[in-house]
Nanobody, 123 residues
Framework: QVQLVESGGGLVQAGGSLRLSCVAS????????VGWFRQAPWKEREFVCV????????RYADSAKGRFTISRDNAKNTGYLQMNSLKPEDTAVYYC????????????????WGQGTRATVSS
């Protein structure tokens, strides 16, 4: 099993930045793709981005392209999500998750999930 713990959320003004972290324990995260999802109030969870096992390939939702950057440090068993130029519509609880598939974008393809960290962007 893999346990995931996110951190780094908070309150930021529009145009600001946040860096989310996702620390894994239990099994080495290098055997999994790491993805980020978010769920805004009254909305369904949505895919944000995913990074391959070795970090060489990434995929982003259109809403994240050009503003968000996903990365990972397998030596630290940690994944990151750098979010820049934040907008009020980015307000959500952000979840990291791991998958044995290469670069999944659907939540059902992920095996382990963290509890989430809340990001609030004020206008």
């Amino acid at each position: 099993q893999v346990q995931l713990v996110e951190s780094g959320g908070g309150l930021v003004q529009a145009g600001g930045s946040l860096r989310l972290s996702c620390v894994a324990s239990g099994r080495t995260v290098s055997t999994y793709a790491v993805g980020w999802f978010r769920q805004a109030p009254w909305k369904e969870r949505e895919f944000v981005c995913v990074i391959s096992r070795n970090g060489g390939i990434t995929r982003y939702a259109d809403s994240a392209k050009g503003r968000f950057t996903i990365s990972r440090d397998n030596a630290k068993n940690t994944g990151y999500l750098q979010m820049n130029s934040l907008k009020p519509e980015d307000t959500a609880v952000y979840y990291c998750a791991t998958s044995s598939l290469p670069l999944p974008t659907m939540g059902r393809d992920y095996d382990y999930w963290g509890q989430g960290t809340r990001a609030t962007v004020s206008s």
